[in-house]
């Protein structure tokens, strides 16, 4: 990288710190290249210099910058990743609220969840956990800044590359194939809705909540230490007291946020909010 | 500035705005604050505000940590501007302070220091002298290499810093001392870490014997990964490691190394494998990375010494995205004899044969071997077989290829494409139905993208007629063909695309013709600029990049009519254009009230400028905007005069690291030996 191409993709990653709260410094600015190389070659600019002016000036940039958010937080993502978290949620997030389940139903949120694998995911372990059964519902919201994305989650339409950790046997129970694509069923679908928010923004989750359990998997990775934590008091904000946050593998909140207490459960670490009394004992009401 | 009355966003905002004779006290205490925000922000504020003497004081000081951390961050940062300080440092009798200097000195990297460190390598503290050493390998002078080739006689631990250091530097005066501590000595690892920095041909043969001959796993990797570096800078490796392979192919002792790169190979493409079950983009972590480096090395190793039996392990990975050196290595150093080369593409395996298709070098004389993996059951190996028959540029096989663009998978149609467009123009008769206007869109799409590849002159009607089609896929094929055309016939046809109902269409258009250049394309977008449409923002880009001389006066006279974006535009392209007059208009620019104006006129002006704007660029050199002070000091760096300095030095503190980087590329082009000079 020489000096010019420091002053280029320094604006421009200001730029998108500013607009989404993601940092793509250091060693990640490899990672903007590759994303942002599509959108140049598609609006037949020919620099990052050129690309950062259409951001800022051209008539067309707020939907350029749609394209782009989509493009920046554009992980691949299948159902049943990290299969382990759904097992989290059944085998102890459900039991610790037996008892409030009984009224209401148990709340989740998949933040950042892309074109909807991860909630259906979440979905369909709830309902293959028989909880249905033992009059137990749910409500699971997923929210994305990517409207294009959201658009596909509402018809729940897959390519195969969706459904990788699938085995054939859960491919033919979960979904109907209609020409190449895997359509979910309704049976899964259902409770689950989708909402759009820019989580950089503190009033994202604004009026939302509470939730039992907040799956935030792989989205941290991409924010500056600021953008970090305040999407962390975003999510804290709108989980109840005891309420479970999932991050992805490689994201942690060791040493970075007062407000949950680490549980290592099913071989991952979790993270519980604390209550008034400091501890993460009680139940999420 | 306490850590604890106030939240660090309070803290980080009042350091942030604290000014005048507090503010050099409030640094510095910010320079211990509990939160890394704040820390960071102090350290930035000294870096600017703090002379190096005050910070020397901090460093000085053994009582405060925190301080002492900061002060030498702020140091490392002020660079060029520290450096004659630190070089005073040097001197103390303080054996700490003096490698708190070093430190900093190796850190900053400036070349000019060597002559002030070279002494401290015989300091009677040999904490001292190793850091010396360390910061000469920092600084990667290649005097220094006599010196420290004499520290290999040395204590333990000097010898050790020593070794790295020469690695640096990266001398290959090195290599035989270096390779006389392999493998007897403690100090093994670290010189073959040394020899694969310095990766100097002569230890090619050397290396190759010790990969052999070591058996210790750690070091044996080490000298693996060695050895690929140096084959990966060696002219011509092949003779060595063939020669190599022969002598242990006599002494029968050649098994044992084919088996050890086998096992390297195969354990990389299973974890590959795993981490991608689990969904991980590549190798995950350091011991996968260290696999798959091993893996790349392993692969290097097999085909300069031509083990054979090691080619369909490499071969596998040729395509496999986790492998993205497999193709180019293969490329590099893959050779296979012709008799061999049927039982590689009747491999058992369809990724073996898919990768000799993929990666192999072919000629005509392959093409009967080729043509039968048409018929391969694996589509993935049909559509490797026709970028292959591409490649022997054979015109023979275009008749195939046209059947695969025709009825094969897009992959195998996208393939067809490509190799039709390396055979001769002469042969492509048979792609002429596909460029009917009846045929399918995606294969009459694929064609025209064969007849540009291979240029369209024999297709010039079918190209043209193309241009009208009713698809927008097709008609930007068709105008991709005919950029390839000579002739006003075909000219007309990109000026008219310029009014095609669809923008992408549009605007590709214009691309071509800027690529085209010539006499009449200047006055055609100068016409252009009248329409006040979405197109002029393109036609004014298009102008700046053919530095259309014509254009410059039209561009100023419209730059008060058009918008912002388009203002933009026409700053950059006056500039581009350069034209007399231009640095005038510049200077107007960065009196605009929109910060994009101003941004881009600075960037033109230190293209431009000359010595009589060296106020205008001092004044951007205080701007608030980071970006403008950027431009400053590249175009005082560009000026090189030494009336810039005192700027320079300022801005080579700057609170933005950008700014600093640039600064100090500018300050060592003043040419004036003033590069380090603080005074």
Not at chain 1, 229 to 244: C, E, H, I, K, S
Not at chain 2, 26 to 52: F, H, N
Request: net charge negative; glycine share 8%.
């Amino acid at each position: 990288m020489n000096a010019a191409d420091d002053f280029e993709y320094k604006l421009l990653c200001d730029l998108i710190q500013a607009r989404f709260g993601l940092s793509f410094a250091g060693s990640r600015r490899e990672i903007l290249a590759a994303r942002v190389r599509p959108r140049l070659a598609a609006l037949h600019l020919h620099s990052i210099l050129d690309y950062y002016h259409y951001l800022r000036c051209h008539p067309g940039r707020e939907a350029e910058l749609d394209r782009l958010a989509a493009q920046l937080t554009n992980n691949e993502t299948y159902f049943f990743r990290e299969r382990h978290h759904f097992d989290i949620v059944v085998k102890h997030v459900v039991p610790g609220l037996r008892e409030a389940l009984r009224t209401r139903p148990l709340r989740a949120l998949s933040a950042g969840c892309s074109s909807g694998e991860e909630p259906y995911s979440l979905a369909i372990a709830l309902y293959e956990a028989g909880l249905e059964l033992r009059g137990i519902t749910w409500e699971i919201e997923g929210c994305d800044l990517n409207r294009d994305r959201l658009a596909r989650a509402r018809t729940a339409t897959y390519q195969a590359g969706s459904l990788r950790a699938c085995s054939p046997e859960e491919r033919a129970r979960y979904f109907d194939e209609r020409g190449g694509a895997y359509v979910l069923r309704e049976r899964f679908r259902r409770r689950v809705s989708f909402f759009e928010a820019n989580l950089a923004e503190p009033g994202a989750l604004a009026g939302r909540g509470p939730y039992d359990v907040v799956l935030c998997r792989n989205l941290l990775i991409y924010f500056d230490p600021q953008g970090f934590d305040r999407t962390v008091r975003v999510l804290g904000a709108v989980l109840a007291p005891g309420g479970y946050l999932l991050l992805g593998h490689s994201e942690s909140l060791i040493d970075r946020s007062h407000e949950f207490v680490p549980t290592w459960l099913e071989g991952a670490m979790v993270y519980r909010k604390r209550g008034a009394d400091g501890t993460a004992g009680g139940e999420p009401r | 500035m306490s850590s604890s009355s106030a939240s660090a966003a309070d803290r980080l905002a009042a350091l942030g705005a604290v000014t005048g004779p507090e503010r050099e006290a409030a640094i510095l205490a910010a320079l211990e604050d509990e939160a890394p925000l704040v820390r960071d922000l102090a350290i930035r504020l000294a870096s600017r505000y703090v002379e190096p003497q005050v910070l020397g004081a901090l460093v000085a000081d053994g009582e405060n940590a925190a301080r002492r951390n900061g002060a030498l961050a702020a140091l490392e940062r002020q660079g060029p501007y520290a450096v004659p300080y630190l070089l005073e440092l040097l001197r103390s009798p303080d054996a700490e302070l003096v490698m708190f200097a070093l430190q900093v000195l190796a850190r900053i990297g400036e070349p000019t220091s060597t002559a002030g460190i070279r002494p401290l390598l015989r300091h009677p503290d040999p904490n001292v002298a190793q850091a010396a050493i360390e910061t000469l390998g920092r600084l990667r002078t290649a005097d220094a290499v006599p010196a420290l080739l004499e520290l290999l006689d040395g204590e333990l631990w000097l010898q050790l810093a020593a070794v790295t250091a020469l690695g640096e530097i990266g001398d290959p005066a090195a290599v035989r001392p270096l390779l006389a501590l392999v493998p007897g000595s403690v100090l093994a690892e670290p010189a073959v870490r040394a020899l694969q920095r310095i990766a100097a041909p002569e230890s090619l043969e050397p290396l190759l014997r010790l990969l052999s001959e070591i058996a210790e796993p750690g070091l044996r990797q080490a000298v693996l990964e060695a050895v690929a570096v140096v084959l990966d800078f060696h002219s011509d490796p092949t003779p060595v490691a063939t020669g190599f392979a022969g002598e242990l192919e006599r002494a029968g002792t050649l098994e044992g190394l084919t088996a050890y790169l086998s096992e390297i190979l195969r354990r990389a493409e299973a974890e590959a494998e795993c981490a991608r079950e689990l969904g991980s983009p590549g190798p995950a972590d350091e011991p996968a990375l260290a696999l798959d480096a091993a893996a790349q090395a392993a692969a290097a190793v097999a085909l300069t010494a031509r083990l054979r039996g090691l080619y369909p392990l490499v071969l596998r990975r040729v395509g496999d995205p986790d492998a993205p050196w497999a193709e180019p290595l293969w490329r590099r150093h893959g050779a296979v004899p012709r008799e061999e080369l049927a039982a590689l593409l009747s491999h058992p395996e369809p990724a073996v044969r898919r990768g000799i298709l993929l990666a192999g070098g072919f000629d005509p004389a392959d093409l009967h071997a080729l043509l039968v993996r048409l018929n391969d059951g694996e589509p993935a190996v049909r559509a490797a077989a026709c970028r292959a028959l591409g490649v022997t540029g054979d015109g023979r096989a275009a008749k195939v290829l046209v059947d695969r663009l025709q009825h094969g998978t897009p992959e195998e149609r996208e393939e067809a494409a490509t190799a039709l467009g390396r055979l001769p123009p002469e042969a492509l008769a048979p792609l002429r139905p596909c460029l009917a206007a009846d045929a399918r869109e995606p294969v009459r799409e694929a064609a025209l993208e064969a007849v540009r590849l291979a240029g369209a002159a024999a297709f010039e009607r079918e190209v043209l007629d193309a241009v009208r089609a009713p698809s927008d896929a097709v008609r930007l094929a068709a105008l991709r063909a005919v950029a390839t055309l000579s002739g006003t016939r075909a000219e007309v046809a990109l000026l008219r695309a310029l009014g095609d109902r669809d923008d992408r269409i549009q605007a590709e258009a214009l691309e071509l013709l800027a690529a085209r250049g010539g006499d009449r394309i200047g006055t055609t977008l100068i016409a252009l600029l009248s329409a006040e449409d979405s197109l002029r923002f393109r036609v004014i880009r298009a102008l700046g990049r053919l530095r259309t001389r014509e254009a410059a006066p039209k561009l100023e006279a419209l730059y008060p009519e058009v918008p912002l974006h388009e203002q933009v535009e026409i700053v950059r392209a006056v500039a581009a254009i350069g034209a007399p007059g231009a640095v005038g208009f510049l200077r107007g620019a960065l009196a605009s009230p929109a910060a994009e104006v101003r941004r881009v006129a600075a960037i033109g002006l230190a293209d431009l400028a000359t010595a009589d704007d060296l106020a205008t660029l001092a004044g951007l050199a205080q701007d608030d905007d980071w970006a403008l002070r950027n431009e400053a000091a590249r175009g005082l760096g560009r000026l090189g005069l030494p009336e810039g300095r005192a700027a320079l030095l300022t801005l080579v503190r700057d609170l933005e690291p950008v700014v600093a980087r640039t600064a100090r590329i500018a300050l060592s082009k003043l040419g004036d030996g003033s590069g380090t000079a603080a005074a």
